[in-house]
């Protein structure tokens, strides 16, 4: 009975009707068009946009690993010239030398003496 009383009031006052909610609204199709080709376009641009950072960012990278390498290199040489260590004959790699200790200087690579860069003068 309380139900029916209930439903009766509604029906009186006229708030039993709830319009839905819009939950969305589609384009027409010529704007669709150009939102489409306008978000691809963006999406492209952005794509693009990564590309240039990552390709700079190893960029970077390479210019310090030359940096790091020139910086080790000097080092190696240092060492090899101080006698600290030794380089074998046929081998690129260098080896540490205990102090005290000396190699046999028929296995040990010779190192090179320094380039001579000829002048003005030398040359004529």
Do not use: C, W
């Not at 000396?102 to 860069?117: A, E, V």
Request: proline fraction near 6%.
């Amino acid at each position: 009975m309380k139900q029916f009383v209930g439903y009766l009031v509604k029906k009186a006052l006229g708030k039993g009707k709830v319009s839905p909610t819009i939950k969305s609204v589609k384009p027409s199709p010529t704007v669709m068009k150009k939102g489409v080709k306008a978000s691809v376009d963006k999406t492209k641009g952005d794509e693009y946009i990564k590309r240039i950072n990552l390709r700079d960012a190893s960029e970077k990278k390479i210019e310090t690993g030359k940096k790091l390498m020139k910086e080790g290199q000097k080092e190696r040489r240092t060492l090899l010239d101080t006698g600290r260590t030794f380089q074998f004959k046929n081998l690129k790699s260098v080896h540490a030398l205990k102090p005290g200790n000396k190699q046999n200087p028929n296995l040990i690579k010779k190192p090179k003496p320094d380039k001579k860069f000829k002048k003005g003068k030398d040359l004529k």
